[in-house]
């Protein structure tokens, strides 16, 4: 009986998470400016204005820096260990077009959460495969206590459109995940077959509730994170 009810409520709180609240990545950014924090390599914190961010196919390459002081300093992305920026009126219309031009993305989008978003952060990750770090888009703040999952610029699907309209394209076909301070690779590709239970194969909940279904990846997150905590 004890495991019945257990089953029920696993499935009650999937319900919940997929109906309810929608659990979704936020929208990927390519256009930032405005009232920032960051904290450097060697520790140095400092409060100001970002302008001319310049983003290439590893993430956030470089960005002019105006602290509190009025100092005006040039960033490079491997000077950089965490880059918080406030949401302004520029990356929210960016969020907006996204959104708006693509049918997929806004059905399957958690809107009024992504548009009300007031910080989107940066942060530096490592390659998996070499001994290079990245200043990487991080796509799941506040459930990110376990894995960390973020955007991979150079890794998006091409465009497919339907009478002149964008249907998809764009979408993510892997993104680079922090867990237990780790980074590895997760791909669409083998999702499915291999890195599904690479990553949760240590919380049975997911593994029992869970289809390995790539699109549903936010909901895998959030709920390994809530239930499967240490």
Same mark, same amino acid.
């Given at each position: 009986? $004890?495991? %019945?009810?257990?089953?029920? =409520?696993?499935?009650?709180?999937?319900?919940?998470?997929?109906?309810?609240?929608?659990?979704?990545?936020?929208?990927?950014?390519?256009?930032?400016?405005?009232?920032?924090?960051?904290?450097?390599?060697?520790?140095?914190?400092? =409060?100001?204005? %970002?302008?001319?961010?310049?983003?290439?196919?590893?993430?956030?390459?470089? &960005?002019?820096?105006?602290?509190?002081?009025?100092?005006?300093?040039?960033? #490079?992305?491997?000077?950089?260990? !965490?880059?918080?920026?406030?949401?302004?009126?520029?990356? #929210?219309?960016?969020?907006?077009?996204?959104?708006?031009?693509?049918?997929?993305?806004?059905?399957?989008?958690?809107?009024?959460? *992504? *548009?009300?978003?007031?910080?989107? /952060?940066?942060?530096?990750?490592?390659?998996?495969?070499?001994?290079?770090?990245?200043?990487? !888009?991080?796509?799941?703040?506040?459930?990110?206590?376990?894995?960390?999952?973020?955007? %991979?610029?150079? $890794?998006?699907?091409?465009?497919?459109?339907?009478?002149?309209?964008?249907?998809?394209? $764009?979408?993510?076909?892997?993104?680079?995940?922090?867990?237990?301070?780790?980074?590895?690779?997760?791909?669409?590709?083998? /999702?499915?077959? !291999?890195?599904?239970?690479?990553?949760?194969?240590? +919380?049975?909940?997911?593994?029992?509730?869970?289809?390995?279904?790539?699109? !549903?990846?936010?909901?895998?997150? &959030?709920?390994?994170?809530?239930? +499967?905590?240490?």
């Amino acid at each position: 009986m $004890n495991r %019945l009810i257990l089953k029920m =409520s696993i499935a009650a709180v999937l319900l919940f998470i997929t109906v309810t609240i929608n659990a979704q990545f936020v929208t990927p950014l390519t256009t930032i400016s405005g009232d920032s924090e960051l904290i450097t390599v060697d520790g140095t914190k400092a =409060s100001g204005k %970002l302008k001319n961010a310049m983003m290439g196919p590893n993430g956030l390459m470089s &960005f002019k820096f105006e602290d509190s002081d009025g100092n005006k300093v040039k960033y #490079k992305a491997n000077e950089v260990q !965490q880059l918080k920026i406030k949401v302004d009126g520029l990356a #929210k219309m960016e969020i907006v077009a996204e959104q708006s031009s693509n049918i997929t993305k806004l059905a399957n989008s958690n809107f009024k959460e *992504v *548009v009300d978003r007031e910080y989107i /952060y940066w942060e530096r990750v490592k390659d998996p495969s070499k001994d290079k770090f990245y200043l990487l !888009q991080l796509l799941n703040p506040g459930f990110d206590e376990l894995i960390k999952v973020y955007d %991979l610029p150079n $890794n998006k699907s091409g465009e497919t459109s339907v009478g002149g309209v964008a249907v998809s394209g $764009n979408e993510a076909t892997a993104y680079l995940i922090v867990k237990d301070g780790k980074s590895m690779k997760i791909t669409k590709k083998k /999702y499915k077959k !291999q890195d599904f239970n690479l990553l949760f194969g240590d +919380c049975q909940k997911v593994i029992d509730e869970c289809k390995p279904d790539f699109k !549903q990846m936010p909901v895998h997150v &959030f709920l390994y994170n809530e239930l +499967c905590g240490k």
